[in-house]
Every structure is written in C-alpha cells, then in structure tokens.
C-alpha cells in the first residue's frame, strides 16, 4: 500500500525544502450562513475541519517552537494540497487566535482513494424478491414512520474500480459518495499524509499533530447546526437535516419502545458506530424474554415463601427460638438466638427456590439462542453494509505500524520481499513483556481482593463487638443490622471504590502495553486492547462476587478448630441459610454503582462542559456562529472511541448470565437499564459530541468470542451457585433420604425438622482459649450449634466434630446434579448451534447474486468491449480461417 501510495497517490510525498513553495490554503471569511457545509463559494463540500491556533498570537510557547511548529503545520497542509485535496482557512468569530482549515475532496480525490481503499459502491438496485415477515404487522407499531425517515434503497455492490466507472449506479456525482464515505476517505489521506522528516525517518499523520499540539482538533461536521442546533431543521435548503431527524426520531426520550433507524444511523455515522447499536438493540430485545421468565420466577418464589417450612421453623420461638448459636468469632463474639437471622431466611425463601432453578437451566439455554441468533442478524447486517469482505480487502494498516517498518522479511504468500516492524525474535521478546505486565496487573487485582477479604475479617471482630449483642435481642436495628449484613455493605462499598480506581490506573497501563505491541491494523489494535482491557475487568469486578459465591463459609473448620487466614484471622462464616443474599447484596451494590457512574462520566460530565462552554460563548460575543465553530466546542469522542460503551454491555452481560442463579431479577435491571442506554448514548452522540469519523467494522470485533466464553462458564457458575451457594441441595437429600427412616422418624417425606437437623452440636467446654468468648453463658445449656451446614457428629459420638454421613450424600448430590446439569445444557446448546444455521438462507442467495453481477457486469463486460473493439478485423480473421478450411464445392 505504502509503495502504491508513493508511485500513485502522492507524487510529491515528503518535506517540502524551500520556504516559497509551499502550497497555502485559500483565505475567506465568514459569510454569516450558520447552516453552510460549504466553502465560501457556496458549490464545494466541506469534508473535514482541522482547527489550529495561530502561532502568532500564541505567548506559552517559546519563540523556535512555535516557529517549529508553524513549519510542520505549513508544510503538512502543503502536502494535502499536493494529494489534491483543497483547503480554505477562517479565522474563528470567537476567539481570533483560532484559525478553522476547511478540507474538500474533489471527484477526482475521491474516485483514485476509493479504489486505493476497496470501498464498495453500488452497481445496480436490488432486484431480489424478498416475502414480508409474518410479523411485520406487529413490528410496524415499533417501527420509524417511514414518511419521516425512508427506508434506504438497497443496492448490489462492488470494490470501486475507476476504469470500470461506468458500470457503477452513478445518477449524481455529488451524491455518490455519500457525507460518511466522503469524511472517511479524507481521514484516510490525512493520516497518511507527511510534515516532517528528522534522521531519515519520515514523520506523518494527523493523529501525531494532534498529540503534539499542532493542531487542536480534526472531525467532519455533523450536517445539521444551527443556533438551535438539533433542536430544529436546517433553515438552508441545500442542506441536509439528517442530525434533527436523529434526534426527533431516536435519541428523544419518547421513542424510548421504537426499534433504532440501523439504516439512517450507519449512514451517518459509519458501520462501525451503526454495529453497536444493533448489537445493543438486539441484546436488549432478548433480554425482554429473559425478564419475563425471571419475573415468573421471583413470584413464583413470593407466593411460595410463606410455605417455606425451614424459614417458619427458623422464625418459630419454639424451634428456633431455642437454638443457641455459637459465636462468629472469637473472644469478643458472643452467643446469638437462630431467631435473629428470621427476616434473612424470609428473603432468602423468595431467591433460593425451586423458580432459581428452573430460571438458571433457561439462561443456560437463552444465552445460547441469543449468541446464535445474533450471528444470524450479524450475517445480514455485513451484507447490507457491505462488510462481508470488509478485513480481507478494504482495511488499511494503522500509520503507526507503517512508521516502524524497516525490517525486510519473505511474504510466504506472495514470496516477495516486505517490511516489518520487527523480527521474529523482536515480536516474541514484546510479546513476552507485554503478557507478563497483563499478568503482574491481573495479580494486583488479586491481591487487592484479598485485602477486602482481610478487611472483612478484621472489620467483622469490631462490628460484633460493637453492635448489640443481647442473646435474647429483641432491638428492630438489630434484626437488620447484624455483623455479617455490616461487614458485607462496606466490604462491598469499599470494593467498589477500588475497582473504579483500578479502572482509571489500568486503562492507561491498557493502551500503552498494546502500542508497544504495534499491531497491524485498527482491527488487531483494538481487538488486542479489547483483551487486555476485558481480562482485567473480569478479575476486577467479577472477584469479589467469586468469592462470595465458591469460598467464603467453605473452609472453616469447627468451632472447636477454626480456620485461620495467615495465622490471624479466623475465616468468614456464612448465615445459616448460606451466602446466596449476601451475594445478592454484591450484585445489587457493584451492578447498581457502576451504572450510576457510568451515566454520570458519559453523559452528565459532557452536558455540563458542553453547558459551561456555550455559556462563555454568549458571554462573550452575540455574533452568529458558523457550524464548524460550535461543532468544535462539543466534546470530542476520544481515540477509543464506542471501546467504553462495549465495555460496560458485556460486563453487564456477565453479570446478567454468570450468577443470575443468585438473582432472577437482574435481566430486568438490565432491561430497564438498556432501554435507558440506547437513547442516553444516542443523546450523547448526536447532542454532546463531535460526529465521530465514520469507520468500517465488519462485526463487534473480539466481544463476539468473549461472550461466547462467558455463555459457557456461566453453566459451570450457576450450577455451582446452586449447588454449593444455595441450599437448595441439602434440602432436597433431607427431603427425600434423611427425613424418613432409617436416617429419619418422620412417617412421609417432609421438610420438618430440617433446621433442627443439620445444624451442628458443638460443646461450649471444647472451645480452646483463644477462641473462647468472653461473655458469659446464660442458661443451664452447655451446647451450641454452628452457623454453617457442616453436618458434623455430635460430642460423645465416637467420631465427634468429623463429617457425617448426610455430609457425604450431599457432596454427592451436589457433584451428581453439577455433572446432570452441566451436560444436559451443553447438549442443548449444542443442538440449537447446529439447527441454528449462521447465515439465512435469504442472504446467502442475496451474496450469490452480488458475485454474480459484479462477475458479469465488471468482467463479462470488458470481454464484449474487447469485442467490439476489435470488430471487423475478428469478423475477418474467422472469415479467412473458415474459407481456407472449408470444402471447395464441386
């Protein structure tokens, strides 16, 4: 590409020496036409916009560096010249020290880069018959009226070629490439065009002008800016109002039930920006029967919980009223009453039940559909779009890596010589530091886990000491403000705060690691980055909810033999009915900070800037104001771009799949949650920020297989919450074995006598000195039972504090059901992944006909123009072969 570009594109591609013949752009003022997207002249297209301040006037920079400066601005704008592109300067209404560099592509521009870049343009209308969806009546409710936005003409495609511009559907050179294709093609030109050449090493790009303060910004212009801004239609009937109909039509809040213009909004935006918002739709869509069914079985878990009989029997003062707990920890814990955790096993009653279950082998079946589904949607979407060979032929390689080739290698392909960045050894070597700084970050987060986990210990010891601790406490603050539920809201406030920091330090670590690592294209660079950035992430906020869920209350020991984290602190014990609320409680606090956080970083922190800045604005000056200025004065999107947004969806999507045993409600959080997104992030965009420069995707790029990755660890999760998590297990082995004899004395299978039964007995006078508490004991009992399941024989029994032999039948009703479970949802989704196919039929007979076309029109064609080139010389060239070779004719 780069030797095209020097033989082809740019004849005069490198530093111009002399002062006198650089190239300048054109001066005009402002004609004071707000709505204008065009040059002074009122006939040619503003492409791009470069703002700069004059160095002239600027008084922080010492003298040789602004002249520095102003020498490489001057002689990159040369170079655009050189490439043909056509610039006009302005000098700002509002602040003089700015000046505005309008860009322009000519036809001629656009055809030779379109070609250079494979952009796909249209050959001729679609002319597939396709059937109307039985559902298009229903879907019509939801949908954009199409008199206000119309549905985009399709049209079969084919990579650009100039000498084939005839066989292209070309009714209007100004339209034919449309504002998007136009923005894109111009960033392409300005990331590659040269300013500066120091030890022979070339030095170009907008990107490296903006970081050095060159330039202060690069955008295209949204295409409808007036003093209202989106509020309102362009006053200039020349131009468009596409911005005003986006925001009429599906960032305002009352189209918050309408399907998303996808059409209208990769037309203005890009594919890239238009694939994410399908994405989100999409997702958001599925999420609807997800809700519904977790809905189902919250109530289902409401009306049955007031025939929870372990719950009843925990509450009853008889039963549980009479069962005398031992401490939670040692020395300053006391002895506690089983009636305190009463409100706790209500509302575990409501999450732990029979609807958890059901609801965690759908999710297991729905994230499948979902994935499967999606691929299909993607499918069509690439064909619409016209991204189907988007990677294999139209993607360019970053600048950056360009910048760094001066390796030679053999091209095994083409055995032909090209220049690399590095050797072999040299990429293994970045490679190997590059892994092992991931690795050193992700065991940082690790170790900040495990310091919440020692804060929770520790804390744990004050909060008992401190709360109420009456053994008959009857206080209302103390039925809900227990040790256990303390420790948990701070532990968890507190991780919270750590994970945001560990966010803002990382993200940087993020970018910085993945440039060393140079990939080759924008695809690889972000994909790269979209790992690193999702690893941490996953350890960061998914930690702490692992730990709730597979190791706290599981390595204990007894009372008489506690555990302890570094000789010190004794191990976090679980509520007697098990730390599915307490992990309940996590979600709700890390899922419910992270959204508010978010909005408040996307969307409040841009409002208020953008507010701040026009306020300045109009104090200083009630002049009209040209497009180009107040685009500038909108936030600018930032280099990666939707990253963020993606980002926030698939840890939401881990969330929703990995532990929603533990929460049926959480798919309509992220429901509601998502409806309010889409519209905040289309507000955002087309209100907040500058337009973004349209870019090509063929698909959502890395998040595709790591959501594949987290569908299949969330069966191994919820079936693992179920079974080691909940109690659901225990229960039904009581249940169905050891209520009945010989383990039990109840005649027929009953829930009765279950608290009674598999809290274990503990003699108070086994207690070892360091562990023995100091309140005193009331009462004549000289017994207590442990908080846990641990299912432990009696004192006196000849195996006493050792596991039972109800521990082991549920151990192996435990590992039996995560075995069943785990196989039948597998085997399912297997089965829907095969029946599933990843592309419809309708599209693959729609990619048949393109290949078809652009086989006839662009090769078939040349062959008849051959043909009739040649004309009588053919005609008579056959004439003579026939005539020497026929029979004469007796």
Partial sequence: ??????????????????????HTAEWADFDDKPDSLFFSDGKRRIDFVLVYEDESKKITRKRSDRKKQKRKRQVYESNLINNGLQLEATRSVLDEKLIFVKVHAPWEVLCTYAEVMHIKLPLQPNDLKTRDSAFNWFSRIFRVDENIIKPEQEFFTAPFRKEHLSNFYIQDKDTFFNPATRSRIVHFILSRVEYATKNKVKKFGINKLLDTGIYKAAFPLHDNQDKSCFLHPSTDPDCPSERYLLYREWAHPKNIFKLQPLDFIRKYYGEKIGIYFAWLGFYTNMLIVAAVVGVGCFLYGCLTKD??????????PNIGGNIIMCPQCDKVCTYWNLTITCESSKKLCIFDSFGTLVFALFMGIWVTLFLEFWKRRQAELEYEWDTVEYLEQEEQVRPEYEARCTHVVMNEITQQEEYVPYTACGKCIRMTFCTSAVFFWIILIIASVVGI???????????SATLPQHINGTEAIRKYLTPQTATSVTASLISFIVIMVLNVVYEKVAILITDFELPRTQTDYENSLTTKMFLFQFVNYYSSCFYIAFFKGKFVGHPGNPVYWLGKYRNEECDPGGCLLELTTQLAIIVGGKSIWNNIQEVLLPWVKNLIGRYCAAARSEKVVPRWEQDYHLQPIGKLGLFYEYLEMVIQFGFVTLFVASFPLAPLLALVNNMLEIRLDAWKLTTQFRRMVPQKAQDIGAWQPIMQGIAILAVVTNAMIIAFTSDMIPRLVYYWSFSVPPYGSHSSHTMKGYINSTLSVFNISDFKNASKPFSPWFGNQTTCRQVYRDLRYPPGHQHQYE??????????????????????????????????????QKTKSKVKREKYLTQKLLHENDLKVVKKTMGKIADKIIKGVDSTFWPKAE
């Avoid at 025939?307 to 009853?316: P, R």
């Avoid at 986990?453 to 004050?462: A, E, H, K, M, N």
């Avoid at 590992?815 to 992944?833: G, Q, T």
């Fill in 803 to 840: 596991y039972n032999i109800y521990y082991w039948h549920v151990i192996a009703a435990k590992l039996a059901f995560i075995i069943v479970m785990e196989h039948v949802i597998y085997f399912v989704k297997f089965i829907i992944s095969y029946v599933i196919p990843d592309v419809s």
């Fill in 453 to 463: 986990i020692v804060y929770r210990l520790s804390v744990f010891l004050v909060f």
């Fill in 1 to 22: 590409l780069v030797l095209e570009l020097n033989q082809v594109i740019i004849p005069t591609y490198g530093t111009v020496p002399d002062q006198q013949n650089l």
């Fill in 307 to 316: 025939n929870c009989t372990w719950s009843q029997e925990v509450c009853d």
